[in-house]
């Protein structure tokens, strides 16, 4: 099955992560399909989420499941998948 989870970049303590589309059994940082997007917690309230909202609904047309963690991030953002 293929996923829309976060692969984590930074430092300790100071986390940034990208949304990637990537094979369940593929460790978290492991080899990505696509990288559609970044989620950095750290930064300003509305400068923390940047993605490609037309690949992320591709990606869910042709099945890919997002994470609870991604599907929250993409409600934030106020993305709908149609």
Known sequence: M????????????RPS??????????PRNGTTIEEIGVYDPIAKEDAQISFDEERAKYWLGVGAQPTETVRKIF????????
């Not at 989870?5 to 300790?12: E, S, V, Y």
């Not at 409600?75 to 149609?82: E, Q, S, T």
Request: aromatic share 6%; proline share 0%; net charge positive.
């Open 2 to 13: 293929v996923k829309i989870r976060l692969m984590r970049l930074g430092a300790a303590k």
């Open 75 to 82: 409600n934030k953002k106020g993305f709908k998948k149609n």
């Open 17 to 26: 992560y990208r949304i990637v589309v990537q094979d369940a059994k593929k």
